[in-house]
């Protein structure tokens, strides 16, 4: 099996990989990185949503091998140095932006890549952002609180 | 998924060699159709030959009639360049933007769902896609549902659009999975106007001949008045074969006056 190398959050890692091995399932099995959760594995839920060389993918549909040598951000990533809440996080424990959970993960990352891009985004351009990033739970609106709350602006407007 | 390994050749002469060495090997472009198709068991290749690491089919290019885009080119960077800005709509509104990270214009084009957007630009523009064996006018391309004239070993390696005086895609989103329930794609050069639908046909995209004979005589949505296109419509439980007859001629029209 070929030994599938990237760096993780800014950390060099190796692991075996099979050709099929998705990279969903390398971050979760071969590093034990279980922040990253796999919901629908079809490609529709965005749960598994990470970052490779600064781009939003959902890793359930990349292969491991894919991503060899790339510079992949998780989750894991989203926290402050000292381990305290990131911004994003933050604005989302804050906000409400939760309940189960379960589809925070994809939420977070697909909050950060779109404020990497776009730091003051429209309420409309949050929405249209999060098109691939489901939530059962919550209803949506206190995530696009909570995410424009981190991007600095007032979050009345996501209000209505 | 079966096993299967991957080949991530760096030369398009190598690509095409594996896909002529390994009977049952399969081209991986993004991998946003391909990967959900071999978890469904639905593909049993015994190697995946990316194409990602060859870096000339990524790109886009243009000069004074045409905008070049190498079959490799993920729908964000199409939605990112503003030559055609219909091509350019079109691409941003395929799936989320994940899907855009990955999915490329080749992969959209080799696959021919029947529901796909780029088909649609592709025989609405009237573009040529080119193969590693030859250029095929999109009017020759597109045979039916998934069937393209793309031989087994064949790659494609980009797409040329010729430059339209005005054009627009509409399309009517099928709410959960954002692909086409109907769109149209309506362009204009000189006295030429084509318009080619997607999401409807039972035979896959195709072009509306009866719209673009109403239009050549007037381009202007009351054109189409009355008009609806013959020919199967897909019936499925998001919409009837009449549902989306009628949903043709209502994203045509507006269409033309986005133009
Ligand atoms: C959640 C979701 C939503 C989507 N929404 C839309 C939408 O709204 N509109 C839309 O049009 N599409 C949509 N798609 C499909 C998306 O556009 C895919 O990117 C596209 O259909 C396939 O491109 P790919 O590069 O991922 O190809 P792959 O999945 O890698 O390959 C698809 C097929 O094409 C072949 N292939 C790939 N590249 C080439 C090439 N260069 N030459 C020859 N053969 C090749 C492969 O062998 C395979 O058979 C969606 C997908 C998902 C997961
Ligand atoms: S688990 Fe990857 S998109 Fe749902
Ligand atoms: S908080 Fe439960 S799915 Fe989003």
Not at chain 1, 22 to 46: F, K, N, P, W
Not at chain 2, 112 to 132: E, K, M, Q, R
Not at chain 2, 157 to 185: E, M, N
Request: proline letters at 4%; one cysteine or more.
């Amino acid at each position: 099996m070929a030994q599938v190398k990237m760096t993780v959050n800014g950390k060099a890692v190796s692991a075996p990989a099979e050709g099929r091995m998705l990279l969903s399932t390398y971050l979760r099995e071969a590093l034990g990185m279980t922040g990253t959760h796999v919901g629908c594995d079809t490609g529709q839920c965005g749960v598994c949503a990470v970052h490779v060389d600064g781009k939003l993918v959902k890793s359930c549909n990349m292969f491991a091998a894919e991503a060899e040598g790339a510079e992949v951000t998780t989750v894991e990533g989203m926290a402050n140095e000292d381990g305290s809440l990131g911004a994003i996080q933050q604005a989302f424990q804050d906000h409400h932006g939760l309940q189960c959970g379960f589809c925070t993960p994809g939420m977070v990352m697909a909050a950060s890549a779109l404020l990497k891009v776009n730091s003051k985004p429209t309420e409309a351009e949050v929405r249209a952002h999060l098109s691939g990033n489901l939530c059962r739970c919550t209803g949506y609106h206190n995530i696009v609180k909570a995410i424009m709350a981190a991007s600095g602006q007032d979050v009345a407007v996501a209000a209505e | 998924m079966y096993e299967f390994d991957i080949k991530s050749p760096s030369k398009l002469g190598k690509a095409v060699r594996m896909l002529r060495k390994h009977e049952d090997a399969q081209v991986l472009g993004g991998g946003q159709t391909l990967i959900p198709t071999l978890k469904q068991r639905l593909a049993a290749p015994s190697v995946l030959v990316s194409l990602a690491k060859i870096d000339k089919l990524k790109g886009i290019s243009s000069d004074s009639g045409t905008v070049t885009v190498g079959a490799g080119t993920c729908h964000a960077d199409v939605a990112a360049d503003d030559t055609i800005s219909a091509l350019s709509a079109l691409a941003g509104g395929i799936g989320d933007p994940a899907v855009r990270n990955r999915g490329t214009i080749g992969g959209s084009l080799a696959n021919n769902d029947p529901s796909a957007c780029y088909p649609a630009a592709a025989l609405g523009l009237g573009a040529t896609i080119v193969t590693s064996a030859r250029d095929i006018a999109a009017d020759d391309y597109f045979q039916g549902l998934f069937e393209t004239a793309l031989d087994e070993t064949e790659i494609i390696t980009s797409v040329t659009f010729p430059i339209p005086d005005a054009a627009a895609y509409v399309k009517f989103d099928q709410p959960a999975s954002r692909f086409a329930l109907v769109g149209v794609f309506v362009s204009r050069k000189g006295s030429d106007v084509r318009v080619a639908v997607t999401g409807a046909s039972e035979d896959g995209v195709f072009r509306w001949a009866g719209a673009e004979e109403a239009l050549s005589a007037n381009f202007a949505p009351e054109a189409l008045d009355g008009l609806t296109p013959s020919g199967d419509m897909i019936g499925d439980i998001h919409g009837s074969p009449e549902y989306r007859a009628h949903l043709v001629g209502v994203m045509a029209k507006r269409a033309v006056a986005a133009c």
